[in-house]
């Protein structure tokens, strides 16, 4: 039997995994990632604008934290000359990314507004960041290197020239593609890595801990996130278990809505009940519930009261 060693040697350089690391999981790694490593955002933004900045302090995080008031949160949010980024991480292709996007820059425009000391309805122009928008996308479903998505594309009057358009840069970050930008960031690179060796490792059947455990060490071992990994190794572990019980509640989920669809003995009524509970969780995913979803996953009575509260 191979060693771990070689096993990471051969095996993994020659290809992907084909099963999931977490989807919720990778988005939350992503953002602790580089919130914690000021320098390897800096060293992201310089290789996305071909800047050369070298003060790490001159960012300024905005991100938008979970509270009551907000809709949605993204995942990275900084300012520096000049230029608001919001940086987002997916692992599933969605097309209302726009959207999503113009709805977290209106609420950082709202703060910007809030704390100005000019008035909104005053005379003097307010001045406000330039934004730039961009998609991490790490999904195992084929996508291009790159691609735009504008906000006009989901406008119903294509006739008419929308007053309104935002577009949202989306690069596939997966190991092996935009080999360019990944040589210019080094962490970006890594983390790439590291979800590709964890791919592997959930792959071979071993109980879930044990598998990213191994994972875990095999990357520090390679140096591939070593010491972000040797210094935050029980909260990557606890992120990466946190949200496999939050997939066995999306296959929960999935398996309750076919009963359904067969109780009432209608093709449509699968389609609905999937449907519905993948609203549910997409909407508990982005206001940041997991221990709602997890205990939803649970307790059928909750369930039902959380599709009520969100009016599903």
Same mark, same amino acid.
């Given at each position: 039997?191979?060693s771990?060693?070689?096993y990471f040697?051969t095996?993994?350089?020659?290809r992907?995994?084909r099963?999931?690391?977490?989807r919720?999981? +990778?988005?939350?790694?992503?953002?602790f =990632?580089?919130?914690?490593?000021r #320098?390897?955002?800096? /060293?992201?933004y310089?290789a996305?604008?071909?800047t050369?900045y070298k003060?790490?302090? $001159?960012l /300024?995080?905005v991100t938008?934290?979970?509270?009551?008031y907000?809709?949605?949160k993204?995942?990275?949010?900084?300012?520096i000359?000049g230029?608001l980024? &919001?940086y987002?991480?997916?692992?599933t292709?969605n097309p209302n =990314?726009?959207v999503?996007f113009?709805i977290?820059?209106?609420?950082?425009y709202?703060?910007?507004? %809030?704390?100005?000391?000019?008035s909104i309805?005053?005379t @003097?122009q307010?001045?406000l960041?330039?934004?730039?928008?961009?998609v991490?996308?790490n999904?195992?479903a #084929?996508a291009?290197?790159?691609?735009?998505l504008?906000?006009?594309d989901a406008?119903?009057?294509?006739e008419? /020239?929308a007053?309104?358009?935002?577009?949202v840069r989306?690069?596939n970050i997966?190991? !092996?593609?935009? @080999?360019?930008l990944?040589e +210019?960031?080094r962490?970006l690179?890594?983390y790439a890595?590291f979800v590709?060796?964890?791919?592997?490792?959930a792959?071979e !059947? +071993?109980?879930?801990q044990e598998?990213l455990?191994?994972?875990?060490e095999?990357c520090?071992?390679?140096?591939?996130?070593?010491?972000? =990994?040797? +210094?935050? $190794?029980? %909260?990557v572990?606890g992120?990466?278990?946190?949200e496999?019980?939050?997939e066995?509640? #999306?296959?929960?989920? @999935?398996?309750?809505?076919?009963e359904e !669809?067969h109780a009432d003995?209608?093709?449509n009524? &699968?389609? %609905?009940g999937?449907q $519905?509970?993948?609203? &549910?969780?997409v909407?508990?995913l982005e206001q940041n519930?997991t221990e709602d979803?997890?205990?939803?996953?649970k307790?059928?009575?909750? /369930?039902?009261q959380l599709? $009520?509260?969100? !009016?599903l």
């Amino acid at each position: 039997m191979k060693s771990k060693k070689n096993y990471f040697r051969t095996r993994w350089f020659v290809r992907r995994g084909r099963h999931k690391v977490y989807r919720q999981t +990778k988005d939350r790694l992503f953002r602790f =990632l580089f919130e914690k490593d000021r #320098e390897a955002l800096l /060293q992201l933004y310089n290789a996305l604008n071909s800047t050369d900045y070298k003060d790490a302090s $001159r960012l /300024q995080i905005v991100t938008i934290e979970n509270a009551v008031y907000i809709v949605m949160k993204n995942d990275l949010a900084f300012v520096i000359t000049g230029t608001l980024n &919001l940086y987002e991480h997916q692992s599933t292709y969605n097309p209302n =990314l726009p959207v999503r996007f113009l709805i977290y820059l209106a609420e950082e425009y709202q703060q910007i507004v %809030e704390q100005a000391e000019e008035s909104i309805y005053g005379t @003097k122009q307010i001045s406000l960041p330039t934004p730039q928008c961009v998609v991490f996308y790490n999904g195992e479903a #084929e996508a291009p290197e790159e691609q735009i998505l504008k906000l006009s594309d989901a406008f119903e009057n294509k006739e008419r /020239q929308a007053d309104v358009e935002l577009t949202v840069r989306m690069l596939n970050i997966n190991h !092996g593609h935009n @080999k360019a930008l990944m040589e +210019k960031c080094r962490t970006l690179a890594e983390y790439a890595q590291f979800v590709a060796v964890s791919r592997e490792y959930a792959a071979e !059947g +071993k109980p879930m801990q044990e598998a990213l455990e191994e994972a875990v060490e095999c990357c520090i071992e390679h140096g591939i996130l070593s010491e972000f =990994l040797k +210094k935050y $190794r029980s %909260e990557v572990l606890g992120m990466l278990l946190d949200e496999f019980d939050v997939e066995k509640y #999306e296959r929960t989920i @999935k398996k309750e809505g076919y009963e359904e !669809g067969h109780a009432d003995g209608h093709a449509n009524g &699968l389609q %609905e009940g999937i449907q $519905r509970m993948n609203r &549910l969780t997409v909407m508990l995913l982005e206001q940041n519930r997991t221990e709602d979803l997890l205990r939803a996953a649970k307790d059928k009575k909750y /369930q039902e009261q959380l599709l $009520r509260e969100f !009016g599903l």
